[in-house]
């Protein structure tokens, strides 16, 4: 299925209908104004989720299961089924809302789903090409399925090769629905809270980036492929396979790990997001400092990480102000990458909040 398109740009309409991008460095969703949304690399996550179980010895996946159901339950809510639409959606044909998430799927870059059998009541078994993460995909097929028959469903999946089979059916007569977490609920507010504290603008730093006159979306998002018979997003220049998507469910997850571990795990985030940006990006030995700095703050700024104050570099020395930083130590990661990248030797990173939401970094080679 086809996505509606901007006849300007040739970008998915919905960029512009569904989520705001005011100028300062984020996007939200507009029928929720806590969700915070950023584009990444689809790779990041089992590469984060890997690293972070060998580094402290825990398994995670428990963890990460429950923030994906509070997150999958917390989008129905705020995106889908709010208002009159609950009730009508309920109303309508299987296959007229299996075509729509697909195309839901195929916006966020999250998979393609293909209908293999529909029984009402008894089965609904589904093929998923190019899953971007397998949980958030199961949780929403039964939040999904649950929707269409109205019954509480129970959900499997098995791998095919690089596909997966996923199956729901119904939950046997005496077994009740299982209750929502509300831990896991209460963790996913506060980590979506934490995000969406923003500065709506910054007096004195009027910078836009050039936009399609049209749908008024970033011009360097371009570079991004919708591939909707695919499922997936593509950064065309690298090659890359990118995902749409909030960060509140990676952050949840990484305050409940401090909270398992009792300590803080800025520092082992920074050193992983560091670690994967510098093993999979490009070679930038010889590059043009100026050039690949300002790329890389033109991307971060479409992408939703932030606003570029100011920059300032030299041989072995960067410094930069960032508004609305998106998880700061996220962001530095990808940042210190970059600036290792070019200069070839580790660096020393210092960070403060200046004010609110204005990120000070300086880095330095060793």
């Not at 075509?99 to 609904?124: C, D, N, S, T, W």
């Not at 609920?185 to 009027?206: D, I, M, N």
Request: hydrophobic share 40%.
């Amino acid at each position: 299925m086809a996505l509606p398109r901007c006849k300007g740009c040739g970008l998915p309409r919905r960029l512009s209908r569904g989520y705001l991008w005011s100028g300062n460095g984020t996007i939200f969703s507009r029928n929720d104004p806590t969700m915070r949304m950023v584009f990444f690399e689809a790779d990041y996550y089992p590469y984060v989720w890997k690293e972070l179980e060998e580094r402290l010895g825990v398994v995670i996946s428990e963890t990460y299961i429950r923030g994906q159901k509070a997150s999958v339950l917390d989008y129905l809510e705020k995106n889908v089924l709010y208002g009159w639409r609950g009730s009508v959606l309920r109303r309508l044909p299987f296959s007229f809302l299996l075509r729509r998430v697909i195309e839901e799927l195929a916006f966020f870059g999250f998979g393609h789903l293909e209908l293999l059998e529909y029984r009402r009541h008894k089965v609904v078994l589904l093929r998923v090409t190019n899953a971007f993460d397998i949980i958030s995909l199961a949780w929403g097929t039964k939040g999904f399925c649950a929707l269409v028959d109205g019954i509480p469903m129970e959900m499997a999946w098995t791998r095919e090769g690089k596909d997966y089979l996923l199956t729901a059916t119904p939950l046997p007569g005496s077994q009740a629905e299982e209750g929502p977490d509300l831990e896991a609920q209460l963790a996913l507010r506060q980590a979506k809270k934490e995000l969406s504290q923003v500065a709506a603008s910054f007096p004195g730093h009027e910078r836009r980036l050039p936009s399609c006159p049209r749908c008024g979306i970033p011009a360097e998002l371009i570079s991004c492929a919708w591939r909707e018979e695919e499922g997936c997003i593509v950064l065309v220049p690298e090659g890359r396979r990118m995902v749409f998507s909030s960060g509140h469910v990676m952050l949840s997850v990484l305050r409940e790990l401090e909270r398992i571990t009792g300590t803080s795990l800025e520092q082992t985030f920074f050193e992983i997001t560091k670690n994967y940006h510098m093993e999979t990006m490009e070679d930038l030995e010889g590059r043009d400092r100026g050039v690949t700095y300002r790329q890389l703050l033109d991307r971060l700024h479409s992408w939703g990480y932030g606003f570029p104050l100011s920059v300032n570099f030299g041989v072995g020395h960067l410094e930069l102000r960032i508004g609305n930083p998106f998880f700061p130590s996220r962001l530095l990661g990808m940042i210190t990458a970059v600036f290792e990248g070019l200069e070839g030797q580790e660096a020393v990173v210092e960070q403060r909040m200046t004010e609110p939401h204005v990120l000070e970094v300086q880095i330095n080679t060793l």
